[in-house]
């Protein structure tokens, strides 16, 4: 069963955002993937839908000797638009700007003073500069040290600067909370906007409006009802090119204290007193810091880790994490998480949360799995009924953006049998689709001023309290029988018996 569309959206679907006031952005690290990939295709569709301010325009900075020419074929090149020679294309082609730069180096951030008050001058960006760091971890604190030194990072007349800073943020919670001090040594918090590309999903965003918008779903969210709540985020890719920096974090590291840490939060958190940024994220730092640490027992047994070897994805066989490129052939990082996590609060004593998280897994798939309570059997002792099937609610976050509600019907016939049927939509069939990199809706929320999306400062320690203590465990305790599991399958068998010795199991994905 699927939902028809409506005839008419409601006027809040109607309305368009109004564009984003004047501002300048500077991309450190404007040649590498993630600024050609995410940001650049971002900027673009959110000029095409008339979000982005006349007013604009982007600074990239690299080390990269290039022209601006060459910077502007690049970017021609990876966005491969169909609408060459449009007002909208030229007008973006014209905000582009490059300039050569060591992160390090004062002079680099004297230069781009001079740029930005040129473009000042030119584009009427009003001294409004949004700074993102889409470079590797080690140039972080250097650059908002510049920044400060420089004073591009100083606010005064009106006239605002924000910090945007790239996933990893640390690499445990010792280097998280270094970090966050040397950054708010020079940035108040209301300045720093840590982005997860997660939270640009639609269907993530419309967790709080699912929950907290519909009388009839927040009544049963919590223990009475909920039996369970699983988290999936299954890759089929393995590291590609990433091979030597993720040989060094591992999976733990690089999706459990962001990523699935910000799923959990929203599942789990408390109605906000508003929708205003830190309303939101005063409750979503509750729900974390709520997350009962494991032991160094409870490690052994809840925590599940595991490394892909040779299988076959889509039909196409491929090679053992450890033959990757930049990967050790005798590696001990994981490349699959499962952990089992309780919540120590009102709401949800008593209710697991699994999560689990890997690469070259069976199919592309991030979902939760909300798992209701399985209804009273005495009313169908007496009849051809001999289970019944507990009711679910899952919210798919990728490839399809959707959700789906499972609930028991009679089957047609003479005899009283039960069925399952889904009643199930898709954003992309219901509210038509975009083709949006999920990054447009962070961008102008920075650009704004909306911190909502963004994680603060204790929301990201609280998630890196959770994982230090299996990251401990497993330093001392090295994995003995890596590969145990093969490219193409759903992680291991450990992963399984997690839920099994509950009397559970992970929902099958089709």
Known sequence: MSLSPVTELDDEFEQAGKPAGPCAMVVFGATGDLTMRKLVPALYNLMK?????????????????????????????????EDHGTEAWDRFQQCLHYMRGDFGDAATFTQLGEVLSAIDQKFGTDQNYLFYLATAPKFFSEIVKQLGQSGLSKQDNGHWRRVVIEKPFGHDLDSAQAL???????????????????????????????????????????????????????????????????????????????????????????PPASFSADAVRDEQAKALNAIQPLSSEDVL?????????????????????????????????????????????????????YLRTGKRMAKRHTEINIQFKRAPFQLFRHTAVHKLQPNRLVIQIQPDEGMALGFGAKIPGPQLRLGTVEMSFEYSKY????????????????????????????????????????????????????????????????????????????????
């Open 49 to 81: 839908a008339h979000l982005l301010p006349r007013e604009f325009a982007m600074v990239g900075v690299a080390i990269d000797d290039m022209s601006l020419d060459d910077f502007r074929q690049k970017v021609s090149r990876f966005l491969q638009v």
């Open 180 to 270: 966050n001090y040397n950054i708010k040594g020079i940035l108040s918090e209301k300045q720093i906007y840590r982005i997860d590309h997660y939270l640009g999903k639609e269907t993530v965003q419309n967790i709080m409006v699912f929950r907290f918008g519909n009388g009839i779903f927040e009544p049963i969210w919590n223990r009475r009802y909920i039996d369970h709540v699983a988290i999936t985020n299954a890759e089929t890719v393995g590291v590609e090119l990433r091979g030597s920096y993720f040989d060094n974090a591992g999976t733990l590291r690089d999706m459990v204290p962001n990523h699935m840490m910000q799923l959990i939060s929203l599942t789990a958190m408390e």
């Open 301 to 353: 047994h809840q925590a599940i880790r595991g490394q892909y070897g040779e299988g076959t994805v889509a039909g196409e066989k491929v090679q053992a994490y450890r033959a990757e490129p930049g990967v050790s052939p005798e590696s001990k990082t994981e490349t699959f998480v499962a952990m089992k996590l309780n919540i120590d609060n009102w709401r949800w004593a008593g209710v697991p949360f």
């Open 431 to 510: 509210f038509g689709a975009d083709p949006y990199t999920g990054y447009e809706v962070l961008l102008y929320d920075c650009m704004i001023g909306d911190a909502t999306l963004f994680q603060r400062a204790d929301m990201v320690e609280a998630g890196w309290r959770i994982v230090d203590p299996v990251i401990d465990v497993w330093r001392v305790l090295p994995a003995r029988n890596f590969p145990n599991y093969a490219a193409g399958s759903w992680g291991p068998k450990e992963a399984d018996d997690l839920m099994e010795r509950d009397g559970r199991q992970w929902r099958k994905i089709e």
